[in-house]
């Protein structure tokens, strides 16, 4: 059971690391990618995605109709 929770959490690093690594970053300060534990890694990418994001500065969009119209709230 260990090594299936310690295999997933590496394979979950591994994703993230390749992820961040496609938009050309390679440090956090200064501690490489693989220095990273996974929590560091997630919130590195969450706030990476915060700032690249196109919507980021619009607030949240929620539809109103089938026709998908969307209002910002």
């Known amino acids: 059971m260990g090594n ?5 959490v590496e394979n979950k690093r591994k994703k993230l690391i390749d992820k961040l ?6 440090k956090k300060e200064d501690k ?3 220095e990273l ?3 560091e890694l997630e919130n590195e990418y969450k706030a990476f995605k915060a700032i690249q994001h196109p919507h980021c500065n619009l607030g949240s969009l929620k539809i109103i109709n089938k ?5 910002h709230i």
């Not at 299936?4 to 997933?8: F, Q, T």
């Not at 690594?21 to 390679?26: H, Q, S």
């Open 21 to 26: 690594i496609a938009f050309n970053v390679y």
């Open 37 to 39: 534990s996974l929590t």
């Open 4 to 8: 299936i929770l310690r295999d997933a």
């Open 32 to 34: 490489h990618l693989f």
């Open 67 to 71: 026709k998908s119209k969307f209002i």
